[in-house]
């Protein structure tokens, strides 16, 4: 479906291929709301889940679980209307000075202004792989940025921390849109972002530091777990140049001012 404000966005998450454990959806069992004093909700049984933003806090919520492989998919609702100044998070992330993190901010913009979404990928806590793109084209399903694992050349690839799904709303209007040019309206506040129909396949990282996965699993070849053998074929390298081409408004790789030194080596070898 084509993405605008108003309405819905499917996000998935792509850790690396394994064997997953389904797990069923519901933010009762699956989240704990970390921070906001009330304002982050948890409704209808369990099928869905609001952030609130106001001049006082945001607020916040965390995954129950950690995930070391699996697909996970988010479906949101960002903040209608005029959201500049706000920023609506959905990431996961290790804990730690070395930590692996992946990263999708979605920058909130005047009445009629497309999102911005600002990638990040960090692994044994080095970041600075930003990439951003405006948000006015058809997001499910299509690729959008892909990390490749090129530890044979000497670079870090987020596969060995469990990490926790994160997701907050909170302002950043001294930064997010426009480099902090255009405020929060607050008289149009609360801010509120909506999540429903999440989704895991994921190998759970339990309390005796094991995964829940076996690449013995009967279920390997299961129509559920399809996305152990996902890939970008031809027609998906086509797609994500597309998109590259058309919506992205900012790469890391292309920032000489930025890297005088030298690009980052994986800019070269992706």
Not at 79 to 90: D, K, L
Request: net charge neutral.
């Amino acid at each position: 479906m084509v993405f605008r404000p108003m309405l819905l966005l499917n996000i998935g998450v792509v850790l690396n291929s394994f064997v997953a454990l389904a797990l069923a959806g519901n933010f009762n069992q699956d989240f704990d709301i970390t921070w906001g004093d009330g304002r982050a909700k948890i409704l209808n049984d369990g099928k869905l889940l609001t952030l609130s933003l106001d001049k006082t806090s945001g607020s916040g919520f965390r995954s129950k679980q950690q995930y070391l492989f699996g697909k996970i998919d988010m479906q949101l609702k960002l903040v209608p209307g005029n959201s500049a100044g706000t920023v609506t998070t959905y990431y996961l992330s290790s804990l730690g000075s070395t930590h692996d993190e992946i990263d999708f901010e979605f920058l909130g913009n005047l009445s009629g202004d497309p999102y911005i979404l600002h990638t990040n990928v960090f692994t044994q806590g080095k970041g600075n792989r930003e990439q951003q793109f405006y948000l006015c084209f058809f997001v499910d399903g299509t690729p959008i940025r892909e990390f490749k694992n090129l530890e044979t050349n000497g670079i870090p690839f987020p596969k060995s921390q469990p990490m926790w799904l994160y997701s907050s709303l909170w302002d950043a209007e001294d930064w997010a849109t426009r480099g902090g040019l255009v405020k929060t309206d607050w008289t149009q506040a609360p801010f509120i972002a909506s999540y429903q129909n999440f989704n895991a396949q994921a190998c759970v990282w339990g309390s005796n530091n094991s995964s829940s996965c076996s690449s013995n699993s009967n279920n390997s070849n299961s129509s559920t777990n399809s996305w152990l053998t996902q890939s970008l074929d031809t027609s998906g390298q086509a797609r994500i140049k597309w998109v590259q081409k058309n919506y992205m408004i900012y790469n890391y790789c292309t920032d000489a001012k930025r890297f005088p030194q030298g690009f980052p080596p994986e800019c070269s070898l992706a």
